[in-house]
């Protein structure tokens, strides 16, 4: 079965950097992109990254972008969030979920299986 | 990348009908047809429920249903059940190979 588990978070101060894990299993991961979302404690689910399957093309949303990157290791099946210079505001919980099956729309899949989550606190 | 607009909270008695609107703008739900639902219990991962505005996974009752109109999703969940209660989340593509979530929404089976 699918399987996603992130891991790497933790308290962290502002200013510093952090870099999330996600290990997949259950489905050739080397022909899925990949997408990041995270959650504020008590808000709701914000978009923040997607890289293609073959880890060519990458893309943020504007509040991340020139501070986070996202890649990948097809021979690890593991998904990366490089997190620098983080901010207060980055505080949330960060799950990554699978995206498009190569092949299909790009558009398609904002996450048909996701992990459950690594809590990532910016605190001074 | 302005979030989509759903209400706060719904409600409905077990066994009716209740629709939660998503309204974005024609950068996003207006100019494709990629709108995802997704159900969210708490202190657990989202579950896409709806995908490509109407089509829904296997495994996901017939209850639930999507559509669209303009620039505006909605899901319908008919025929309520106690484990429909959850927040429940729109998300459409955005152009650009970006996303755009709703605030969510609270449903409530009173």
């Known amino acids: 079965q699918v399987q996603l588990v992130e891991s790497g978070g933790g308290v962290v101060q502002p200013g510093t950097s952090l870099t999330l894990s996600c290990a997949a299993s259950?489905?050739?991961?080397?022909?899925?992109?990949m997408h990041w979302v995270r959650q504020a404690p008590g808000k709701g689910l914000e978009w923040v990254a997607v890289?293609?399957?073959?880890?060519?093309?990458?893309y943020y949303v504007d509040s991340v972008k020139g501070r986070f990157t996202i890649s990948r290791d097809n021979s690890k099946n593991t998904l990366y969030l490089q997190m620098n210079s983080l901010r207060a505001e980055d505080t949330a919980v960060y799950y990554c979920?699978?995206?498009?099956?190569?092949?299909?729309?790009?558009?398609?899949?904002?996450?048909?299986?996701w992990g459950q989550g690594t809590l990532v606190t910016v605190s001074s | 990348q302005s979030a989509l607009t759903q209400p706060r909270s719904v409600s409905g008695s077990p066994g009716q009908s209740v629709t939660i609107s998503c309204t974005g703008t024609?950068?996003?739900?207006?100019?494709?047809?990629?709108v995802s639902w997704f159900q969210q219990h708490p202190g657990k991962a989202p579950k896409v429920m709806i995908y490509?505005?109407?089509k829904r996974p296997s495994g996901v009752p017939d209850r639930f249903s999507g559509s669209k109109s303009g620039s505006t999703a909605s899901l319908t969940i008919s025929g309520l059940q106690a484990e429909d209660e959850a927040d429940y989340y729109c998300?459409?593509?955005?152009?650009?190979?970006?996303?755009?979530f709703g605030g969510g929404t609270k449903l409530t089976v009173l």
């Open positions: 979920a699978r995206g498009w099956l190569r092949g299909i729309a790009v558009a398609s899949n904002a996450g048909d299986y």
């Open positions: 259950g489905f050739t991961f080397s022909n899925y992109g």
């Open positions: 890289i293609w399957y073959d880890g060519i093309n990458r």
């Open positions: 024609s950068s996003d739900i207006g100019g494709y047809n990629y």
């Open positions: 490509d505005v109407s």
């Open positions: 998300c459409s593509y955005a152009g650009s190979y970006t996303w755009v």
